[in-house]
């Protein structure tokens, strides 16, 4: 999770029973809920021309923090493989966090997560579809690439960031 949803995992969600999760699941997904899918991550060789290309700049700009193989970096930041937003079917809020970064989270005890700063200037109009691509088949498990064209108009109709990263 992040933004709003860290506090509610750190001061509640966590501290939920077995039996309360599976009500609360309930609830949410219905009696009968879809089988859970077992994400695992696709070769280099399936991925499409888009994502292999946006390998390359996951490389050159994320894996600093989020390492190599997406399975982020103690202290440092969360992974990348089976992320929800990597899975989501709207690749909205992913475009926002790389575009926008998300800020520095306080929890009790002095424990902190830090910011992720907003990489929009690291990235082009060309670039961040093929990252975007790369992530959800590569981690995400979502196949096929995405219009470029609707990448870029997410981009361009993003609203100002309630929480900016800075
Ligand atoms: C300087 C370190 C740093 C770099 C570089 C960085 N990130 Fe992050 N990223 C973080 C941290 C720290 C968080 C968690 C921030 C938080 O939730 O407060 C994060 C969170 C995220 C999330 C949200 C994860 C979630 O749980 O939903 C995504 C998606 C993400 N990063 C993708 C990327 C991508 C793609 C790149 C490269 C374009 C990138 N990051 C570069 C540090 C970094």
């Avoid at 999760?21 to 879809?34: H, I, K, R, S, V």
């Avoid at 399936?46 to 050159?60: E, I, P, V």
Wanted: glycine letters at 10%.
């Amino acid at each position: 999770m992040f933004n709003e949803m860290f506090p509610v995992f750190h001061n509640s969600t966590q501290g939920l029973n077995d039996p309360d999760l599976a009500a609360m699941a309930t609830f949410l997904l219905g009696d009968q809920p879809p089988a859970a899918k077992v994400q695992t991550d696709v070769p280099l060789d399936k991925l499409s021309t888009s994502a292999q290309r946006g390998r390359q700049d996951y490389l050159n700009v994320c894996a600093g923090c989020h390492a190599v193989g997406g399975e982020g970096k103690p202290h440092i930041a969360v992974a990348m493989r089976g992320n929800t937003t990597l899975r989501l079917e709207d690749p909205r809020n992913l475009v926002r966090v790389i575009d926008e970064g998300i800020g520095e989270q306080k929890f009790a005890g002095f424990e902190n997560m830090q910011p992720m700063p907003g990489l929009a200037e690291k990235l082009s109009h060309e670039q961040l579809p093929d990252l975007v691509d790369y992530l959800r088949q590569g981690w995400g498990g979502r196949s096929g690439d995405l219009a470029v064209k609707d990448v870029q108009t997410l981009r361009a109709d993003a609203p100002p960031l309630e929480h900016k990263a800075h």
